[in-house]
C-alpha cells in the first residue's frame, strides 16, 4: 500500500464520494477507506470503498478490519489510485476529532481523517506531531460526475 508522506492543506470530493457520505449517516459510527490522488499540496478523493465498522459498541466507535483495509488498497493500485484517507461519522457529534480520534489517528497518518457529523457537515483533518496535534484540511468544491 503506498501513501503519500506530504499531508495536503486542500482536498476535493468526487460528488459520488459526498453522495455515498451522506448515505451512509446512521444512528451507529459508519466507516470507510478513501481513495484518490495527492499532487503538491492537494487531494482528491475519487471513491470511497465503505468499510464493515467491526467495534463492539458501534454507537460511538468504529473499527476497520484488516480484510476492508486490504480490498481497498487492491481496488486503489488497480485503478492507479493510493489510499488517502479514513471517513467515519459522529452520529450525535460534531464534525471535529474526539479524544478517541486522536489515539487512533496517528496510526493512519499522514492520511486524511474525514468526519460526518450529525448535521451530514463535514471536518477533514490531518494528525500532526506525532498524534499530538490535528490540522484542518480545507475543503475546496467537489468535481461532478
Known sequence: MHHSSYAPSSVSFHKTVLDTMVLLRGPSETCGLLIGHTAASHTHVSSIHVA?????????????????????????????????????????????????????AALWSPLLWVIQGRESELGVFVIEAAGERWRRVRVVSSVPP
Open 52 to 104: 464493515t465498522n467491526r467495534a463492539r459498541r458501534t454507537q460511538r466507535r468504529f473499527k476497520i478490519d484488516a480484510t476492508d483495509l486490504l480490498a481497498a488498497a487492491a481496488a486503489a493500485q488497480a485503478d492507479a489510485s493510493e489510499l488517502v484517507g479514513v471517513f467515519h461519522t459522529h452520529p450525535e457529534g460534531s464534525a471535529s476529532p474526539s479524544p478517541l480520534d486522536a489515539a487512533h
